[in-house]
Each structure stands twice: as C-alpha cells, then as structure tokens.
C-alpha cells in the first residue's frame, strides 16, 4: 500500500493550532483513492505534498540489482556475501582481500 504524505495549508508555526497528527502527516492509500481534502482527524484542509508514492515493501536482491544497487550480507567477522553481484564479482567479500570487494565504482559510472 503506497504511502501518501500531505500537509496542513491552514497553520502557521508549528505547534501552533496544530492537530494531533502534526503539520504534516502520512496517510496509507490505495493508488485508485482520490487525493484527500480534508485532514481525517481535526478536518482541516490538506494539499498532498509528494505526486508519486513510494511503496513500503521490500525489494527482492535482484531487483536491487537491477537498480544497480550493491547488497552486502554479513556472513561472518569480517566476510559478507554479495547477495546482488554482478558477472565477474566475487560471491564472497573479504574485507581483507581487496580483489573481492564489488565494483563498486563500474556500477555508479555505469
Ligand atoms: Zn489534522
């Protein structure tokens, strides 16, 4: 379920007449949901703040992957499995072997 935040357009400092929720409040709603007009608690007009939505689920490693993101998993002191490597990366990082640490830098300039 994305997560929508909105504001509060009719106060002025904060902690002022505000609501209970804040000046700024996040609100869990279905993509299909009209964007709200009114806050759900003191009913005091709200805008939207954010057009797209961000989702709160977890991404799978390869989708990070994907991403271009580097997941690293703690396996033991001091090694850590690379759960998103690419060809060529070691599977396992050492963090005393230099040769197994991921491109790190291959990946941002790709
Ligand atoms: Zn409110």
């Known amino acids: 379920m994305p997560v929508y935040e909105y504001e509060h357009t009719n106060q002025g400092k904060p902690g002022?007449?505000?609501?209970?929720?804040?000046?700024?409040?996040?609100?869990?709603?279905?993509?299909?949901?009209a964007a709200l007009t009114r806050c759900p608690h003191c009913k005091a007009p709200v805008k939207r703040i954010l057009s797209a939505p961000y989702i709160s689920s977890q991404k799978s490693n390869s989708e990070l992957r994907d991403l271009?993101?580097?997941?690293?998993?703690?396996?033991?002191?001091?090694?850590?499995?690379?759960?998103?490597?690419?060809d060529g990366e070691s599977r396992y990082m050492h963090r005393d072997k230099p040769e197994t640490i991921p491109h790190l830098h291959k990946t941002i300039s790709d």
């Open 16 to 33: 002022e007449g505000s609501c209970e929720r804040g000046r700024i409040f996040e609100v869990k709603q279905s993509m299909q949901d």
């Open 68 to 86: 271009g993101f580097t997941k690293l998993v703690k396996r033991d002191d001091g090694v850590y499995e690379n759960v998103t490597r690419r």
